[in-house]
Every structure is written in C-alpha cells, then in structure tokens.
C-alpha cells in the first residue's frame, strides 16, 4: 500500500481558496498518474481533476474547470490541487490517487486508480 497523505483541507467563505496537497513518503510519485476525488456526504466518490507523470497532461471535471488547477511539483514529489472561488457544493472529503497509467477519461474514474490517501475534508461555508 503507497502512503499518501493529502492535507490543507479546512473551513473556507464562499469566493474563498484553498491548496490540497498530496505527497508520498519512501517513494516516488514520478511515474504515477495523479487523481483527485471527492466525496460529499450520501453520494459516490467523483473524480475532479487528474495528472500525468510528466504533468503534461490534465483533465477536469466540468463543475471544477476554469477554478480548480492541478500541479506537481516531482522534485517535492508533491502534487497540488489550488480550489479557487469555492462554492458550497465543493464542500467534500477530497482524496488523491496514484495509477499507473494516465487516461483523459473525463472526469477521472475511480477504478483507474490503484492507491489512495485518507482524504481531508474541506467545508465551503459562511
């Protein structure tokens, strides 16, 4: 099992930002597809945006483009999701993933993706 832990979730105003991050220890995310999801109360898991292991490649999910931006940073072995303008229906318990392939299947689905990390809840609120 890869041990990714993503963090920066937390409280934020509508309109608000947030940064999550995802990062790995004792290996490297370099050769991995990287996926974002989310999870809100008494739905299904839903991809929100994903990466390629180059980072030359990204795909998201219609209710999160144009606000949502996903980066790796290889060297950190860090990869970033920044959440700009959030909205109350963002609010969720957000995940990341590692696969071994990148796909543009759009959104992300979940079964291309074989670890994941515990997730952080992030609550979009006034």
């Known amino acids: 099992q890869l041990p990714l832990v993503e963090s920066g979730g937390g409280l934020v105003q509508p309109g608000g930002s947030l940064r999550l991050s995802c990062a790995a220890s004792g290996f490297t995310l370099d050769y991995y597809a990287i996926g974002w999801f989310r999870q809100a109360p008494g739905k299904g898991r839903e991809g929100v945006s994903s990466?390629?292991?180059?980072?030359?490649?990204?795909n998201y999910a219609d209710s999160v483009k144009g606000r949502f931006t996903i980066s790796r940073d290889n060297a950190k072995n860090t990869v970033y999701l920044q959440m700009n303008s959030l909205k109350p229906e963002d609010t969720a318990v957000y995940y990341c993933?590692?696969?071994?392939?990148?796909?543009?299947?759009?959104?992300?689905?979940?079964?291309?993706?074989?670890?994941w990390g515990q997730g952080t809840q992030v609550t979009v609120s006034s």
């Open positions: 993933a590692a696969g071994y392939y990148y796909t543009d299947f759009h959104p992300p689905r979940v079964d291309d993706y074989n670890y």
């Open positions: 990466i390629s292991s180059s980072g030359g490649s990204t």
